[in-house]
């Protein structure tokens, strides 16, 4: 694989021609607003059925539980973390409720499976969302075949990321050589673990007047994509082409 290229735009950079990415070994795929768009609005579900369940559990109002809410998340990266430290809350009849969400606003994507297809390497997802959830949200896009695996939040022990031990579960429990790895996400601040492995980095950014990564992250995104579909179909190309050759 062809040395990281710290801030460039693959899916603009003609002359990287795509050239050495067959050696990847594992592609470690984000879930949410990284293989489908933030246009499909889930989670807007997502959180009302979070506030909701929260108001009720802590006996307060939906907008004192929207604020702690949001204050967990921003503290702990996942609200599910501090609801547990300091709430005692079960788990999984939470991840249950808040991920019981209506999918049909998800369109399927046949361009991505396509493109998951021709891409060398096995597959992982790497989510800080409940398996059940990977998985529905996979059968809906029909891409759910191309993965090998889902590492969700259980697994990681409600660590979410970007806590670093979690990342080093991840490549312990599924023999991933960082060396010979990708991982791809929409949150820039989730990169910097998996470079510190030495993974290879991609900034999926879900819009292209997203603001640049901040300065303690940036050295840590190897690559911006703004179109993960046309970015590994040129991958994929490029590896039929060698191939071919």
């Known amino acids: 694989m062809s040395q990281p290229q710290t801030q460039q735009n693959l899916t603009t950079a003609v002359a990287d021609s795509f050239a050495g990415w067959g050696a ?8 949410d607003y990284t293989l489908y768009p933030p246009s499909a609005a889930l989670f807007a579900q997502i959180e009302q059925r979070m506030r909701a369940y929260i108001a009720e559990f802590l006996g307060l109002d939906l907008d004192a539980a929207w604020q702690l809410q949001k204050e967990y998340f921003h503290t702990y990266g996942m609200s599910l973390r501090g609801l547990m430290d300091f709430h005692a809350m079960d788990p999984a009849p939470f991840l249950a409720h808040v991920h019981d969400i209506d999918l049909s606003v998800l369109d399927p994507s046949p361009a991505l499976g396509a493109a998951l297809a021709a891409l060398p390497g096995r597959k992982l997802i790497f989510t800080n969302a409940s398996a059940r959830h990977a998985e529905r949200v996979l059968e809906r896009l029909g891409i759910a075949g191309h993965f090998e695996a889902v ?6 022990d409600y660590r979410p990321k970007p806590e670093p031990e979690t990342y080093r579960n991840l490549v312990r429990r599924h023999n991933i ?12 601040r989730n990169l910097p673990p998996a470079a510190a492995l030495g993974m290879t980095t991609v900034w999926v950014r879900c819009t292209t007047d997203q603001p640049p990564a901040p300065a303690d992250v940036a050295a840590s995104v190897h690559h911006i994509v703004d179109d993960l579909i046309a970015w ?3 991958i994929g190309a490029a590896e039929a082409t060698t191939t071919e050759g």
């Open 24 to 31: 990847v070994e594992t592609w470690v795929f984000d879930l």
């Open 177 to 188: 050589d960082p060396r010979q790895s990708v991982m791809i996400e929409d949150q820039a």
């Open 232 to 234: 590994l179909t040129a």
């Open 151 to 156: 590492f969700d939040i259980v697994a990681a």
